[in-house]
């Protein structure tokens, strides 16, 4: 097949964790003998290169949200000269948008990561049910000061008390490419379940896939740690991860063992910040954006030199992160199916995770790894001790999160799932264009 895929992240020059999975499959089909393209974003001047396998066209783009107007022309351009088979495009950002309409008989296929407004939704939790009540209350009140009209003042008040009236799917541009799509593919159910409700998407378009891995030999070459000195965490630092609930179950795990240390690999993004208190609440600022690691300094500072931050770990150095972390813990209140866990698991680390998104199905609800609830602190905490606490159920679990990885989620197990996705997809456009 000749596949292509746009993806604005890719490696080496645009990381991330949709660039992993990318890089990943497109790996994967292109040893299996498919011709694929990626069409991916740069902040430097364009060019072409061929990385691994695959023919990477590079798009100057400086803002991501609009990459997705020069790669659906890229690809449009490219499909006009030799017609591609089938083209695979994310959720995030819409980086689809345009394409079915340039290029009608096209199959496409929606890979869907974490479409937007689901971190949008955990960072709407950031502040509780009260401050959201009065944060409302506050537009309203302030609105009606200066004489705004009613009904728009009201639409506000009720989207700043839920998330549900601030939401509205049938405005939102990743929706509506999803919409166009021949299939959708989340990579774990509780997303498929997501994409449903909330999307009303049809069944009969999704199809659920979990990523391929393929696991670096240096991973691979770690053998599963003894005593428990260093727990790890990387990943990116927000809030929809739980870093801050890490660092909350941190502080009552060293009141019993306090000799570990925690070490934070990952880039900081900006997460909501909540204040509630009458300040606040006079100047409008009940939920403001702060730098992350700058919003957890205080805690970050009470643990003192119990705590690293590593900052952004690059694939070559990943090897030596996760040889350091005795623990690895991803404590995110969503995360559809995270590279990270799959990092982890071929390095054969005892790993905590939270029962959300993909990963209860990539621990297979508890057998590779212990798994508790998202956001909370104590279950978080008391998993981490009963790992330090018992070393051989470190050791089995870490042992089982290796066998399941390469088992599961090995190019050799899902390439021919994805073959027969795209397979699907090239059938399904062609008796749509038929009817």
Avoid at 401 to 412: Q, S, T
């Amino acid at each position: 097949m000749r596949i292509a895929l746009i993806s604005f992240e890719y490696p080496p020059e645009t990381p991330g964790g949709i660039a992993t999975y990318a890089s990943h499959a497109t790996r994967m089909l292109a040893a299996r003998g498919h011709e694929v393209t990626v069409f991916a974003g740069t902040v430097r001047s364009g060019r072409d290169e061929q990385f691994q396998g695959v023919r990477v066209v590079r798009i100057p783009c400086a803002e991501r949200r609009s990459f997705h107007e020069p790669a659906v022309a890229r690809l449009a351009d490219a499909h006009g000269r030799t017609p591609f088979d089938v083209a695979e495009v994310p959720d995030l950002y819409a980086e689809g948008a345009g394409l079915r309409d340039r290029v009608p008989s096209l199959p496409i296929v929606l890979r869907a990561h974490t479409p937007l407004f689901i971190p949008a939704e955990i960072d709407y939790s950031a502040l509780s049910r009260l401050p959201r009540l009065l944060w409302g209350l506050r537009r309203l009140g302030g609105g009606l000061v200066h004489r705004q009209p009613v009904r728009a003042l009201c639409r506000e008040a009720l989207a700043r008390i839920s998330f549900r009236h601030a939401y509205h799917p049938a405005g939102d541009p990743e929706r509506d490419v999803a919409m166009e799509a021949d299939l959708v593919v989340p990579a774990s159910r509780r997303l498929a379940l997501r994409l449903e409700r909330d999307w009303k998407l049809p069944a009969d378009c999704l199809r659920i896939l979990p990523y391929p891995h393929i696991a670096a030999p240096d991973l691979l070459a770690l053998q599963p740690p003894g005593d428990v000195r260093v727990i790890g965490f990387h990943g990116g630092v927000r809030y929809f991860k739980g870093v801050h609930v890490l660092l909350a179950a941190f502080e009552r795990v060293v009141r019993k063992h306090p000799g570990l240390r925690l070490v934070l690999a990952g880039a900081s993004g900006m997460s909501p910040v909540a204040s509630c208190s009458w300040r606040s609440w006079r100047k409008d600022e009940m939920l403001t954006w702060k730098d992350t690691l700058d919003w957890l300094r205080p805690a970050i500072d009470r643990l003192g030199d119990r705590v690293a931050i590593r900052g952004f770990v690059p694939p070559e150095s990943l090897a030596g992160h996760l040889r350091e972390a005795d623990i690895c813990v991803f404590p995110s209140l969503f995360d559809n199916f995270p590279s990270a866990c799959l990092e982890a698991m071929s390095a054969a680390r005892p790993i905590v995770a939270t029962r959300s998104g993909g990963m209860e199905e990539m621990l297979a609800g508890g057998e590779a790894g212990l798994l508790v609830g998202p956001g909370d602190v104590r279950g978080l905490a008391e998993a981490l001790c009963r790992l330090i606490e018992d070393p051989g159920l470190a050791g089995r679990l870490a042992r089982e999160a290796r066998r399941r990885l390469l088992a599961e989620y090995d190019p050799a197990v899902i390439a021919p799932r994805h073959e027969a996705l795209y397979a699907e997809a090239i059938a399904r456009r062609r008796s749509s264009v038929c009817r």
